[in-house]
């Protein structure tokens, strides 16, 4: 009796393993940030695995990953990336699974990117192109087949329902910023930001980018000292009210350019390339854009 008692535990924990194993096999994706993280569970709902590698509050142009995060790169189904230059410390890990053949988007590249004005990056890509709920809505579409076509085992009329689900919310979205945008006054519509980053939604809601503390389109570079005087300049010709400087980032560069050049300038925080955690005031894309929204607006009525 002791024999056959011991086989069976054998048999137990073998056929245990055995389910674990083909647990761990089912649809998997890999999103890089944070925000197409939240896009994506929107559209798969439980018909996939999906791993985000950006944490809340991150900083999408410097947050790295470990190499067990590498390795599930290496073994999805699919993986997720904005591009465009945005992810500069996880890139080489993207071109990594692609070698290992595992299918990649780059959402950013197929999303109408548009061009930075000037800064240092002038005539280069702006991978910012979710500041634009329409062009989101765009990438859920994309997203959508991408997942349908990649993905083994996800039911493809349930992603195609939820993806159509939230486009609409995304159209309800996009059309309430455009009422509410609306009303403020022509002259009120522009902005000043820490990085080169609203081009999207500038474009998108006729607002005008003045100017950016940081001149480029990566929170990576530095301010000289003309680019400064030039930002004052324009922040006095156009009267600005309140600088917008990136949650992820300290606000302590725009207090000081405001507090050195005698300006009178509120210093507003928005969320503007990363979700908070699940507690904050922008734990989804949508919550994000109407915060941003709010603030946008409190911003420049004073």
Not at 222 to 235: E, F, G, H, R, W
């Amino acid at each position: 009796m002791r024999r056959l008692l011991a086989i069976a535990g054998a048999v137990a924990v073998l056929s245990g393993g055995l389910t674990a194993c083909t647990t761990d096999d089912g649809a998997s994706i890999v999103v890089t940030t944070n925000i197409l993280g939240d896009v994506v569970r929107e559209i798969t709902g439980d018909q996939a695995d999906v791993t985000v590698l950006m944490k809340p509050n991150a900083d999408p142009h410097s947050f790295a990953i470990s190499a067990r995060e590498a390795h599930t790169m290496q073994t999805a189904d699919l993986v997720v990336y904005n591009g465009l230059g945005l992810e500069e410390g996880v890139l080489q890990h993207v071109e990594a699974a692609v070698a290992e053949g595992v299918p990649a988007v780059e959402v950013g590249a197929r999303a109408e990117p548009m061009e930075y004005q000037d800064g240092d990056a002038a005539g280069m890509p702006d991978p910012h192109f979710w500041t634009d709920p329409a062009r989101m809505n765009a990438a859920v579409r994309l997203l959508t087949e991408e997942i349908v076509t990649h993905v083994s085992g996800v039911d493809a009329g349930a992603v195609r329902a939820r993806a159509e689900a939230y486009g609409r919310r995304l159209t309800e979205l996009d059309n309430d910023l455009e009422s509410r945008f609306g009303q403020l006054p022509k002259e009120r519509r522009v902005l000043v930001t820490n990085h080169h980053v609203f081009g999207y939604l500038a474009d998108r809601y006729d607002f005008t980018v003045v100017g950016a503390i940081l001149p480029s389109g990566t929170t990576l570079a530095s301010p000289s000292s003309s680019d400064l005087a030039s930002l004052v300049t324009a922040i006095e010709r156009h009267r600005v009210p309140a600088v917008f400087a990136d949650t992820a980032q300290p606000a302590r560069l725009a207090e000081v350019l405001a507090a050195e050049a005698g300006l009178t300038v509120k210093v507003v925080g928005l969320y503007s390339e990363s979700l908070s955690d699940v507690d904050g005031d922008a734990a989804s894309y949508l919550a994000m854009m109407r915060f941003n929204a709010d603030a946008i607006i409190g911003g420049l009525s004073a």
